[in-house]
């Protein structure tokens, strides 16, 4: 399979996961899809609460449940998508959850951050360049 091909996969399945999300508050609709070395796809959405600080991003829906499947490592593309012609990167938080799941698998895994009209693609260590993570709290 070519890069485009694979990469117009994951965010088609990022794409459909949005169709997902529990956005009442924002009415901004956002998929996530991650994509493992052994070929599996895990997938997230954003899920609001009224109570608007416990709201959780679709990146992070996807790595519980990819941790909750037994995930540890192995993250090798991601994909994000929102309801916008520009595409959506991972905020802050989510930059900060995929490292901690790239970094038990030593990987550095590609992004594509989707939008209606455009995909561009980055790599997590550019969008948290000097990351803390689980080798962080090592002496």
């Known amino acids: 399979m070519s890069d485009n091909m694979e990469r117009d996969e994951l965010v088609a399945v990022a794409r459909r996961a949005l169709e997902n999300s529990y956005s009442p508050y924002s009415s901004f609709r956002v998929g996530a899809a991650l994509r493992f070395a052994d070929g599996s796809i895990v997938t ?10 416990l709201a959780l991003c679709a990146e992070t829906v996807a790595v519980a449940k990819a941790m909750d499947d037994g995930h540890r490592g192995g993250l090798e593309e991601v994909a994000v998508i929102g309801e916008t012609a520009a595409p959506v990167t991972p905020c802050g938080r989510c930059r900060q959850v995929l490292n901690e799941l790239a970094e038990l698998g ?34």
């Not at 693609?121 to 709290?137: D, I, M």
């Open 44 to 53: 997230g959405t954003n899920i609001e609460n009224a109570s608007y600080g």
């Open 106 to 139: 030593d990987t550095d895994p590609v992004v594509w951050c989707a939008g209606e009209e455009e995909v561009v693609e980055t790599k997590l260590s550019e969008l948290l360049p000097r990351a803390f993570g689980p080798g962080s709290l090592t002496a």
